[in-house]
T-cell receptor, first 114, second 111 residues
Framework: NAGVTQTPKFRILKIGQSMTLQCTQD?????MYWYRQDPGMGLRLIYY???????DKGEVPNGYNVSRSTTEDFPLRLELAAPSQTSVYFC?????????????FGNGTRLTVT | TQLLEQSPQFLSIQEGENLTVYCNSS?????LQWYRQEPGEGPVLLVT???GGEVKKLKRLTFQFGDARKDSSLHITAAQPGDTGLYLC???????????WGLGTSLAVNP
């Protein structure tokens, strides 16, 4: 069981560069999420998708874009990388959005912007 | 506004000791989830509690949801080095579909 797979595991970007963080899940979950985790700030929701074809902003969406064209994939795009985007990024999925539907996380992408 | 307060923030203990960590709020939660995150990995669900006063056991881990559904605790008996990690609580307050996260308790169990 692969679960939620994130690539790459590590990446260093220069300011102004762009990149896409990939996330795929094989559990046929309807909902997918992108979080960033920073010391002292905890997990903060960037974007989520309740179902294929829909996306919604979370707490900290600025500087990021997402798309959900398939059930399995939920890529996160950084267009103009900034040092403030240095973080560990986690993708997660759940059967549906809301209660009693726990999140399954990938193992994260550690991004450094210099 | 941090709706879920976790304490202590850090805890370092010796193997074999018992410990309790807390997840508190002034809001009523319809359910609370506990996750453990090991270094370099994503959080993994341990348990979900949904009923006020509910107690769930997972081997040496005991989870309790407060009667008023505003707080929860995690008690570990005879801690092992494998229990080391970041313990996170998360929950849905009222009818809010978005999951609210605590900042976590970082536990180190020394052999």
């Amino acid at each position: 069981n692969a679960g939620v797979t994130q690539t790459p595991k590590f990446r260093i970007l220069k300011i102004g560069q762009s990149m896409t963080l990939q996330c795929t899940q094989d559990m046929n979950h309807n909902s997918m999420y992108w979080y960033r985790q920073d010391p002292g700030m905890g997990l903060r929701l960037i974007y989520y998708s309740a179902s294929e074809g829909t996306t919604d902003k979370g707490e900290v969406p600025n500087g990021y874009n997402v798309s959900r064209s398939t059930t399995e994939d939920f890529p996160l795009r950084l267009e103009l990388a900034a040092p403030s985007q240095t973080s560990v990024y986690f993708c997660a999925s759940s059967y549906r959005a809301g209660e009693n539907s726990p999140l399954h996380f990938g193992n994260g992408t550690r991004l450094t912007v210099t | 506004t941090q709706l879920l307060e976790q304490s202590p923030q850090f805890l370092s203990i010796q193997e074999g000791e018992n410990l309790t960590v807390y997840c508190n709020s002034s809001s009523v939660f319809s359910s609370l989830q506990w996750y453990r995150q090991e270094p370099g990995e994503g959080p993994v669900l341990l348990v979900t509690v949904v009923t006020g006063g509910e107690v769930k056991k997972l081997k040496r881990l005991t989870f309790q949801f407060g009667d008023a559904r505003k707080d929860s605790s995690l008690h570990i008996t005879a801690a092992q080095p494998g229990d080391t990690g970041l313990y996170l609580c998360a929950g849905h307050a009222g009818n809010n579909r978005k999951l609210i996260w605590g900042l976590g308790t970082s536990l180190a169990v020394n052999p």
